[in-house]
């Protein structure tokens, strides 16, 4: 499915969402959602976190090969960005903040790239998630 196609549906569950159809008590909505970017063998390379409380992004790099970790973001009214973690692996978490509409949805993934413009070798599926409540979608 065209990511267009999946942004419409996220869309659509944020309304549903929003209408208070199928949502449980705020209390049970995670304060993040992270995807984990595996190589061809499966073991993890990163990770990438949104958290909704603050718009925070959060890398972590896993595996010294060289790569970097990025967390590539788009949002439903046409902005995106990515969040880099150049450090190396296990050396810190990187934190990047940005200030989103609170009745947006985000679209993210994380990827495993050499530098900081080249392409990804690998990257986790796409993650949907509200802005306002942080509820995966």
Not at 23 to 36: D, I, K, Y
Request: charged content about 15%; proline content about 3%; some cysteine.
């Amino acid at each position: 499915m065209g990511f267009l196609k999946r942004l419409a549906l996220a869309v659509s569950g944020a309304a549903l969402l929003a209408t208070g159809l199928g949502t449980s008590p705020a209390s049970a909505l995670p304060s993040s959602v992270c995807m984990t970017v595996y190589n061809g063998t499966g073991s993890d390379l990163g990770e990438g976190c949104f958290f909704h409380h603050g718009d925070i992004f959060t890398v972590e790099d896993h595996r010294a090969d060289g790569a970097r970790v990025v967390a590539e973001w788009h949002t439903d009214y046409d902005r995106s960005g990515e969040c880099h973690n150049a450090y190396g692996a296990n050396d810190r978490t990187v934190t990047c903040n940005y200030n989103m509409k609170e009745t947006g949805v985000v679209s993210f993934s994380v990827c495993v790239q050499k530098g900081a413009t080249g392409q990804p070798i690998t990257c986790s599926p796409h993650a949907y998630v509200s802005i306002g409540n942080g509820a995966r979608l």
